[in-house]
């Protein structure tokens, strides 16, 4: 199903005129808002290739009509969201949930949408149909050799499926722990781990970016042998230069200082990326912005001055991706929130004093120092990021367009209500 630059273009021409209203009231207040548009319409946001059908839990799963059935009508799904909004540029595939059987024809596809390939996922945390060895106690941590040549190799397939797209990172995460004490040696586990992901890393092209991604719990739950970003960090600076941590926002401990993390991995050089999603208790991978937006916009701001300190290319040089679930939302326009949910927060941190910060901290004037923060966070960029949507061929409002047009319901008619998608 598509939608036309016409049929967008209908849309904005409805909205316009309380669009170019709002917006003149947001430049009047804040002269630089404009200068910030280049910044918001080249940062584009990779959309997961396993969050495009509705998820579930172990107590139930809820079917939603419509769903692709397969990599091409996930791609032509992911190309839909980036026509409505012009930042979801990219896709993120889960192997071997999506793999790309015929990977010139998938790149192609993707090409006519203007979709590029971020990272690669691997996936031992499933035994597959034709797998020889189980992963039940393990993958890259095993105790038994032959079943960590596996997840190795498996691991090294990945990136020869992101070569042939053009993709430049692997991220792996390891469910690999332990449910119970006594059942693991924590130092062995690791050492295992830290060999296995050192045969990874011996294969990765030499322009390619390893993402260790960690996690609290779940589904193990005494030991995770990646639990948090310092054990991700110990084994990234052990694997080499081309090795990053990667924060998803839904695998911490309650109460985790989550923007520290990431000013700190910044400022070693080791903040690989990001899965954006928001939660209340656990991983429940919930809309973006939904349950912490002022965290979100906490995080963004000690990436926007973390990576000025760096010089980094703010579009470029971190991976940012999305990593969601949908029970019971439409995972279409749950992903339109939560993409918008990372340009408000990404335009907002940028809109921070930060000469007035820096003197504020430096005074101990603590309340002006969160005057300044809250200032911006309480500042509705809402005009700022439509206008970055409709200067670069967006509709105004993706919501409005996706629901207008009827969208899931064109989708069910095609595809049916019968079909799940690959994932989680
Ligand atoms: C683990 C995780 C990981 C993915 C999976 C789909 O909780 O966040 O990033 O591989 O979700
Ligand atoms: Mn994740």
């Known amino acids: 199903m598509n939608i036309t630059s016409t049929t967008i273009a209908k849309y904005n021409d409805q909205a316009l005129t309380a669009h170019q209203r709002r917006l003149a009231n947001l430049t009047a207040e804040l002269p630089q808002a404009t200068s910030l548009l280049k910044l918001l319409e080249a940062f584009q946001v ?51 949930w999506d793999i790309p059987e015929d990977a010139a024809k998938i790149k192609a596809l993707a090409g006519q949408f203007g979709l590029a390939f971020d990272a690669m996922n691997s996936n031992t945390f499933q035994d597959q149909e034709d797998q020889p060895l189980s992963y039940k106690f393990g993958s890259l941590q095993h105790v038994d050799k032959a079943v960590r040549a596996q997840a190795i190799q498996h691991n090294i397939d990945v990136v020869k499926y992101g070569e042939a797209l053009g993709s430049k990172a692997l991220t792996v995460w390891l469910a690999d722990g332990s449910c119970f004490p006594g059942q693991l040696n924590f130092r062995e586990a690791f050492n295992r781990t830290l060999d296995s992901l050192r ?26 042998t990646v639990a948090d970003w310092g054990q991700s960090l110990l084994f990234v600076s052990k694997l080499g230069r081309q090795a990053y941590t990667l924060v998803d926002l839904g695998h911490h401990l309650q ?67 999305i990593d969601a679930s949908h029970n019971v939302k439409d995972p279409l326009e749950d992903l339109l929130q939560s ?12 809109l921070v004093d930060r000469p007035a910060l820096a003197d504020a ?22 005009p700022l990021i439509a206008e970055a949507r409709l200067r670069t061929g967006g509709a105004l409002d993706p919501l409005a367009v996706y629901r207008g047009e009827a969208v899931r319901q064109q989708l069910t008619k095609e595809r049916g209500t019968g079909g799940r998608a690959t994932g989680l």
């Open 255 to 321: 109460g985790a200082n989550i923007e520290q993390i990431v000013a700190l991995l910044l400022m070693e050089g080791r903040l690989g990326g990001f899965h954006f999603n928001d939660s209340k208790y656990g991983d429940d991978d919930l809309t973006v912005g939904s349950i912490k937006p002022y965290q979100l916009f906490l995080i963004f701001c000690e990436l926007v001055e973390g990576m000025d300190a760096r010089g980094m290319d703010h579009a470029r040089d971190l991976g940012w991706m």
């Open 361 to 382: 901290r430096a005074q101990n004037d603590i309340v002006r120092a969160q005057e300044i923060l809250q200032t911006a966070y309480r500042t509705d960029v809402r």
């Open 46 to 96: 990779a959309i997961p290739s396993w969050a495009l059908g509705t998820g579930g839990t172990r107590f139930g799963r809820f079917g939603l009509g419509g769903e692709p059935r397969n990599l091409e009508e996930k791609i032509t799904d992911i190309g839909l969201l980036h026509t409505l909004n012009r930042s979801s540029g990219a896709v993120s595939l889960h192997i071997p």
């Open 199 to 224: 045969e990874i890393y011996a294969a990765l092209p030499g322009d390619w970016k390893l993402y260790l991604e960690y996690k609290a719990f779940e589904p193990n739950f005494y030991s995770t």
């Open 339 to 350: 993409v918008e949910a990372i340009m408000l927060a990404y335009a907002q941190a940028l």
